[in-house]
C-alpha cells in the first residue's frame, strides 16, 4: 500500500456503489455523526469540559467555520485572515438583538447572516480587487477592526461584553440546557449538513466552475469573460454567511460574549484546520477542523499551548505535505501544479 | 476634540518622528524581503517583538539592571545602549534568518504556490509569538531604566526629550547605513539584482539562496534596532506587541511603495506623523484602525506607493 490514498479510497468506494447504495452511505455516516454525543463514556471523553459541550464548540462550530473558510480560501484561492469579523458579527448581532429586543436565536440566526454577508459585501468591493498578500493583510486588519469596535462604541458594553444572551427556545418540545448540550449539537450538526449541501450544489454549478477557474488563473479566467471579481464577491459573502451563522450559534451556546473572544487567533486557527484536513476538499475540512478542535480538548497538554501546536501544525503541513491529510481532488491537484510552474 | 491637538502641536510632530522612524526601521524588514521574493513577511512584526525582547535581556541579564536600578551615566551609559543595541538586533537578525530557513526556503525550492508559502509564514508568525507568550507567561515586560529621559530643550512649547533625540539621530544613521549597504556593496548590488530578475540573477552566477538569507539578515537587522529604541522609548513590551507595529510598518512600507527603500524613509515618518496627529483628534484607542483606513485607502487609489511597484500586479 505505498500509494495508498485515503481520499481516493473513500471516492473509489462512492464510485463504485449505485444509487441506493449511496444513499445507504449517507444516512449511515450522519446517524454516527448524530450519535456522537451519546458516546462520552469511551475513551473519547475529555478530561476538564463536558464531553457534549466540546462537541458543540469547538468541534461542531469548528467544523461549521472550517466549511466557510474552505470555499473563501480553498475553492477560490483568496487568503482570507479576518474570518473571526464575520464570526463576531454574527456573535454580536445575537448578543445585541437578544439584549434589545425579544427575538429569540432563531428569529435571529436570518438577521446575523444578513450582518454577516453584508458586511462581506461591504468589506469585498473594494477589497477583492487586490490579491494575494494584500487582500491577506487588509482582511487581516479587518478582523482586528471589529475587534476594537467592539472594545470601544459603548453600545456593545466594550470590554465588559454582553451577557444574558437568551437560550435558545425548545426544538420540538426538547429543551435547551447547559448541563445537557445534545440538543445543541443536533442543530449545529444540520447547519453543517446544509452548508455541505449547498457547497456541492455550488462546486459543481456556474459559481463553482468559476471559482477553480479563479483560484487556478485569476487573469486566465477574466480573459474567458468569467466575472471575476463578482464571483470572489459572491464566495467572499457565502464564506462571511457561515462565519455570521456560526457566531450567532456560538453566542447561544456561550450565553456570554466579549470583544477578546474574538482575536486575530481564531483566524488563524480555523485556517489551520482547513489547512489541516486538505485546502479545498470538503470532507477533507471536515476531519481538519474536528481533529484540531477536539485534541486540545482531549490531551491536556496541548490546550495550554493549543495556538503554538496550531502554529506548528500550518508550517508542517504546508511544508511536507501541503494538499493536507485528505488532498482535493487528483485532476484539480494537476491543474494547480501546472499553473504554478508556469 | 481638537484643543489637545492645536495646543500640542510640536509636540505630538516630535514624538510623531520618533515614532516614524521607529517604523522607517521595521518597514525596511517587510520592504526588503518584498524586494527579492515578491512577498510580505508575514512575521517581520513577530521579528520584531523579539527584537525587543533582545534589548531587555541584555540591560537585565547581562548588566543586571532591574526596575529599582539607578539610570546609567556616561561611558558606562553609552556602552549598555551600545550593547541593548547588538543585543537587539542579534535576537532578530537571528529570528529571520531561522524564518527564512523554516518558512519559505524549502518551499521556494519546491516551487510550491504563493498560499502555501504565505501560510506557512503565518504559522511561523504564530509559533514565534506563542513562544514568547509561553516564556514570559503572557505578561507583560517593563524595561529598567537605562536613560535617564532628560528634557534637552523646548522649541514652541516642545520638549525635546533625550531619548527622542537619540532614536532619530541613531536610527536615521542605521537607516543610511542600510540604504548605502544595498546601494553600494557588492552584497547589496546582488540582492537588487535579484529583485530586478530572478533567473536573470542567477544566470549570472549568483548565489539565489546566500542573496535571499542575507536580505533576511538584513531586513531583520533594521526591525530589531527598531526594537530596541521602542524599548528605550515606551520601556516596555508584551508578547503581542508586534501586530499593531508590524501593520503600521507595513502600512508605512506601502505608503513608501513596498519594495523600495527610500519610501520606506517617507513612508514611515509620514504614518508615524498620521498616527500621532490621529490619536490626539480621535484618541488613541482608534489608532489602529486609522492606520487600517489609510492602508485601504492607499490600496485603492495609489497601490504603487508613492515611489514603488503596482501591488495589484503580483500574481496570487
Given at each position: 500500500?505505498?500509494?495508498?490514498?485515503?481520499?481516493?479510497?473513500?471516492?473509489?468506494?462512492?464510485?463504485?456503489?449505485?444509487?441506493?447504495?449511496?444513499?445507504?452511505?449517507v444516512l449511515?455516516t450522519i446517524t454516527l455523526a448524530a450519535?456522537?454525543?451519546?458516546?462520552?463514556?469511551?475513551?473519547?471523553?475529555?478530561?476538564?469540559?463536558?464531553?457534549?459541550?466540546?462537541?458543540?464548540?469547538?468541534?461542531a462550530?469548528?467544523v461549521l467555520?472550517?466549511l466557510?473558510?474552505?470555499?473563501?480560501?480553498?475553492?477560490?484561492?483568496?487568503?482570507?485572515?479576518?474570518?473571526?469579523?464575520?464570526?463576531?458579527?454574527?456573535?454580536?448581532?445575537?448578543?445585541?438583538?437578544?439584549?434589545?429586543?425579544?427575538?429569540?436565536?432563531?428569529?435571529?440566526?436570518?438577521?446575523?447572516?444578513?450582518?454577516?454577508?453584508?458586511?462581506?459585501?461591504?468589506?469585498?468591493?473594494?477589497?477583492?480587487?487586490?490579491?494575494?498578500?494584500?487582500?491577506?493583510?487588509?482582511?487581516?486588519?479587518?478582523?482586528?477592526?471589529?475587534?476594537?469596535?467592539?472594545?470601544?462604541?459603548?453600545?456593545?458594553?466594550?470590554?465588559?461584553?454582553?451577557?444574558?444572551?437568551?437560550?435558545?427556545?425548545?426544538?420540538?418540545?426538547?429543551?435547551?440546557?447547559?448541563?445537557?448540550?445534545?440538543?445543541?449539537f443536533w442543530v449545529v450538526l444540520v447547519m453543517i449538513l446544509l452548508t455541505i449541501w449547498m457547497i456541492r450544489r455550488?462546486?459543481?454549478?456556474?459559481?463553482?466552475?468559476?471559482?477553480?477557474?479563479?483560484?487556478?488563473?485569476?487573469?486566465?479566467?477574466?480573459?474567458?469573460?468569467?466575472?471575476?471579481?463578482?464571483?470572489?464577491?459572491?464566495?467572499?459573502?457565502?464564506?462571511?454567511?457561515i462565519?455570521?451563522a456560526?457566531?450567532?450559534?456560538?453566542?447561544?451556546?456561550?450565553?456570554?460574549?466579549?470583544?477578546?473572544?474574538?482575536?486575530?487567533?481564531?483566524?488563524?486557527?480555523?485556517?489551520?484546520?482547513?489547512?489541516?484536513?486538505?485546502?479545498?476538499?470538503i470532507w477533507?475540512?471536515i476531519?481538519?477542523?474536528?481533529?484540531?478542535?477536539?485534541?486540545?480538548?482531549?490531551?491536556?497538554?496541548?490546550?495550554?499551548?493549543?495556538?503554538?501546536?496550531?502554529?506548528?501544525?500550518?508550517?508542517?503541513?504546508?511544508?511536507?505535505?501541503?494538499?493536507?491529510?485528505?488532498?482535493?481532488?487528483?485532476?484539480?491537484?494537476?491543474?494547480?501544479?501546472?499553473?504554478?510552474?508556469? | 476634540?481638537?484643543?489637545?491637538?492645536?495646543?500640542?502641536?510640536?509636540?505630538?510632530?516630535?514624538?510623531?518622528?520618533?515614532?516614524?522612524?521607529?517604523?522607517?526601521?521595521?518597514?525596511?524588514?517587510?520592504?526588503?524581503?518584498?524586494?527579492?521574493?515578491?512577498?510580505?513577511?508575514?512575521?517581520?512584526?513577530?521579528?520584531?517583538?523579539?527584537?525587543?525582547?533582545?534589548?531587555?535581556?541584555?540591560?537585565?541579564?547581562?548588566?543586571?539592571?532591574?526596575?529599582?536600578?539607578?539610570?546609567?551615566?556616561?561611558?558606562?551609559?553609552?556602552?549598555?545602549?551600545?550593547?541593548?543595541?547588538?543585543?537587539?538586533?542579534?535576537?532578530?537578525?537571528?529570528?529571520?534568518?531561522?524564518?527564512?530557513?523554516?518558512?519559505?526556503?524549502?518551499?521556494?525550492?519546491?516551487?510550491?504556490?504563493?498560499?502555501?508559502?504565505?501560510?506557512?509564514?503565518?504559522?511561523?508568525?504564530?509559533?514565534?509569538?506563542?513562544?514568547?507568550?509561553?516564556?514570559?507567561?503572557?505578561?507583560?515586560?517593563?524595561?529598567?531604566?537605562?536613560?535617564?529621559?532628560?528634557?534637552?530643550?523646548?522649541?514652541?512649547?516642545?520638549?525635546?526629550?533625550?531619548?527622542?533625540?537619540?532614536?532619530?539621530?541613531?536610527?536615521?544613521?542605521?537607516?543610511?547605513?542600510?540604504?548605502?549597504?544595498?546601494?553600494?556593496?557588492?552584497?547589496?548590488?546582488?540582492?537588487?539584482?535579484?529583485?530586478?530578475?530572478?533567473?536573470?540573477?542567477?544566470?549570472?552566477?549568483?548565489?539565489?539562496?546566500?542573496?535571499?538569507?542575507?536580505?533576511?539578515?538584513?531586513?531583520?537587522?533594521?526591525?530589531?534596532?527598531?526594537?530596541?529604541?521602542?524599548?528605550?522609548?515606551?520601556?516596555?513590551?508584551?508578547?503581542?506587541?508586534?501586530?499593531?507595529?508590524?501593520?503600521?510598518?507595513?502600512?508605512?512600507?506601502?505608503?513608501?511603495?513596498?519594495?523600495?527603500?527610500?519610501?520606506?524613509?517617507?513612508?514611515?515618518?509620514?504614518?508615524?506623523?498620521?498616527?500621532?496627529?490621529?490619536?490626539?483628534?480621535?484618541?488613541?484607542?482608534?489608532?489602529?484602525?486609522?492606520?487600517?483606513?489609510?492602508?485601504?485607502?492607499?490600496?485603492?487609489?495609489?497601490?504603487?506607493?508613492?515611489?514603488?511597484?503596482?501591488?495589484?500586479?503580483?500574481?496570487?
Amino acid at each position: 500500500m505505498k500509494n495508498f490514498n485515503l481520499r481516493d479510497f473513500g471516492a473509489g468506494i462512492w464510485e463504485r456503489s449505485n444509487r441506493y447504495q449511496r444513499v445507504a452511505i449517507v444516512l449511515v455516516t450522519i446517524t454516527l455523526a448524530a450519535l456522537l454525543p451519546f458516546a462520552g463514556a469511551s475513551f473519547l471523553a475529555t478530561p476538564v469540559a463536558a464531553y457534549d459541550a466540546v462537541l458543540v464548540y469547538p468541534v461542531a462550530i469548528f467544523v461549521l467555520m472550517s466549511l466557510g473558510l474552505n470555499i473563501v480560501v480553498g475553492k477560490s484561492g483568496m487568503l482570507d485572515l479576518g474570518y473571526v469579523a464575520f464570526f463576531a458579527i454574527g456573535a454580536y448581532t445575537n448578543g445585541l438583538l437578544s439584549m434589545h429586543t425579544g427575538l429569540n436565536t432563531w428569529e435571529i440566526m436570518p438577521i446575523g447572516i444578513g450582518a454577516a454577508m453584508f458586511a462581506g459585501v461591504l468589506l469585498g468591493i473594494p477589497t477583492l480587487r487586490l490579491r494575494g498578500d494584500y487582500l491577506a493583510i487588509v482582511t487581516l486588519g479587518f478582523g482586528e477592526i471589529i475587534r476594537i469596535v467592539a472594545l470601544n462604541v459603548s453600545w456593545t458594553n466594550g470590554p465588559n461584553g454582553i451577557s444574558g444572551i437568551q437560550m435558545p427556545p425548545p426544538i420540538l418540545g426538547k429543551e435547551f440546557a447547559l448541563d445537557d448540550q445534545k440538543l445543541f449539537f443536533w442543530v449545529v450538526l444540520v447547519m453543517i449538513l446544509l452548508t455541505i449541501w449547498m457547497i456541492r450544489r455550488l462546486t459543481v454549478r456556474r459559481p463553482g466552475r468559476a471559482w477553480e477557474a479563479i483560484r487556478q488563473d485569476e487573469d486566465a479566467a477574466e480573459l474567458m469573460g468569467v466575472p471575476t471579481l463578482k464571483y470572489k464577491i459572491w464566495s467572499f459573502t457565502l464564506g462571511a454567511a457561515i462565519g455570521g451563522a456560526a457566531g450567532v450559534l456560538y453566542a447561544a451556546k456561550n450565553l456570554f460574549i466579549s470583544p477578546e473572544m474574538f482575536t486575530l487567533n481564531v483566524s488563524i486557527l480555523i485556517l489551520a484546520c482547513v489547512v489541516f484536513g486538505g485546502i479545498g476538499n470538503i470532507w477533507g475540512v471536515i476531519l481538519g477542523g474536528a481533529i484540531l478542535g477536539y485534541l486540545p480538548d482531549r490531551i491536556r497538554f496541548i490546550s495550554d499551548a493549543r495556538l503554538l501546536v496550531f502554529g506548528l501544525v500550518l508550517v508542517v503541513v504546508m511544508n511536507f505535505r501541503p494538499d493536507g491529510l485528505l488532498p482535493r481532488k487528483k485532476r484539480e491537484k494537476a491543474l494547480v501544479k501546472k499553473g504554478a510552474s508556469a | 476634540m481638537f484643543t489637545v491637538f492645536i495646543d500640542q502641536f510640536w509636540q505630538l510632530t516630535i514624538s510623531g518622528i520618533a515614532l516614524g522612524f521607529i517604523y522607517v526601521l521595521i518597514a525596511l524588514g517587510y520592504t526588503m524581503v518584498y524586494g527579492v521574493l515578491r512577498m510580505i513577511n508575514f512575521a517581520n512584526s513577530e521579528i520584531f517583538m523579539w527584537g525587543t525582547f533582545g534589548a531587555i535581556v541584555a540591560s537585565r541579564d547581562l548588566f543586571g539592571y532591574n526596575q529599582t536600578s539607578e539610570p546609567a551615566h556616561g561611558a558606562k551609559l553609552a556602552l549598555v545602549l551600545f550593547i541593548q543595541l547588538f543585543a537587539s538586533m542579534a535576537f532578530a537578525g537571528l529570528t529571520a534568518v531561522t524564518v527564512e530557513f523554516v518558512a519559505y526556503r524549502r518551499l521556494r525550492a519546491k516551487g510550491t504556490n504563493r498560499l502555501a508559502t504565505l501560510i506557512s509564514a503565518i504559522g511561523m508568525s504564530m509559533v514565534l509569538s506563542e513562544v514568547m507568550r509561553l516564556l514570559t507567561a503572557s505578561r507583560p515586560v517593563g524595561s529598567p531604566r537605562i536613560l535617564e529621559k532628560v528634557i534637552l530643550v523646548e522649541v514652541w512649547g516642545a520638549q525635546i526629550r533625550l531619548d527622542t533625540l537619540i532614536t532619530i539621530m541613531a536610527a536615521g544613521a542605521i537607516f543610511i547605513i542600510l540604504e548605502r549597504f544595498v546601494k553600494l556593496s557588492r552584497m547589496g548590488k546582488a540582492i537588487r539584482a535579484v529583485s530586478m530578475n530572478e533567473d536573470a540573477a542567477k544566470l549570472m552566477g549568483i548565489n539565489l539562496n546566500r542573496v535571499i538569507t542575507t536580505t533576511f539578515l538584513v531586513g531583520g537587522l533594521a526591525t530589531g534596532a527598531a526594537g530596541f529604541f521602542y524599548i528605550t522609548v515606551y520601556e516596555y513590551t508584551k508578547f503581542n506587541i508586534g501586530f499593531t507595529m508590524g501593520l503600521a510598518a507595513f502600512t508605512a512600507a506601502v505608503i513608501g511603495g513596498i519594495g523600495n527603500i527610500r519610501g520606506a524613509f517617507f513612508g514611515g515618518v509620514s504614518l508615524g506623523l498620521a498616527e500621532v496627529y490621529a490619536s490626539a483628534i480621535l484618541g488613541t484607542q482608534w489608532k489602529s484602525v486609522t492606520i487600517f483606513i489609510v492602508l485601504v485607502l492607499v490600496l485603492l487609489f495609489k497601490p504603487s506607493g508613492l515611489f514603488g511597484e503596482a501591488v495589484t500586479q503580483t500574481r496570487a
